[in-house]
């Protein structure tokens, strides 16, 4: 690899982390270890193609450009949090890893009143919109833009500016209080 390729692959590394809180190489190997997969079969599970998801854990691309496909990492990561907390068996895990790989990416909007009334454990449906919207968001600009997109709205439109921020740049944990707070 020559230096410019070099220099790109670290640039891509930098953006990674700064969208998706680390490389993609490292939370992509820590989700092949945790739930006993492979690249093709973690690859089949994202809906991605195995070249894509290989050029995403090198460097060679920087964005995940499908809001769906970052849905279903942020799924596996839960699940894979779910297994080494003892909460999912490993015959639960692959199933669950089934359903991700059909459903997630599917509006929540829309279903979160279902899931409710269901009592689904897995995740809150103020955490899947919530991860909704921030993947909506960070499909289409990085931290740092949503961040000026907010500083220039905030003088006029100061909830809008929030909005931007905590749920484009912020922690999800920060984004559940918002949206819990602006309800009803």
């Known amino acids: 690899m020559d230096a410019a390729q070099q220099e790109s692959t670290a640039k891509a590394r930098e953006l990674q982390t700064q969208w998706y809180g680390e490389p993609l190489g490292t939370l992509f190997r820590r989700l092949i270890d945790d739930l006993g997969l492979n690249q093709a079969r973690l690859a089949t599970v994202l809906g991605l193609s195995a070249p894509m998801l290989s050029q995403l854990m090198s460097g060679q691309r920087a964005k995940i450009g499908n809001p769906a496909v970052v849905q279903r ?9 779910e297994v080494a907390r003892g909460e999912v068996s490993a015959a639960d895990a692959t199933q669950r890893m089934e359903e991700v790989r059909r459903t997630a990416g599917g509006s929540v909007l829309n279903s979160t009143a279902q899931t409710a009334s269901s009592g689904s454990a897995s995740q809150t449906p103020v955490k899947r919109v ?11 600009a ?18 809008l500016a929030e909005f931007l921020r905590v749920y484009g740049a912020g ?9 819990e707070s602006h309800q009803d």
């Open 142 to 159: 990085d931290a740092a833009d949503i961040l000026e997109a907010s500083s220039a709205l905030a003088p006029a439109h100061p909830e």
């Open 73 to 81: 990492v942020q799924a596996l990561q839960e699940l894979a949090a």
């Open 130 to 140: 919530v991860r909704e919207i921030q993947s909506l968001l960070r499909s289409v």
């Open 171 to 179: 922690r999800t944990a920060d984004a559940v209080k918002h949206y």
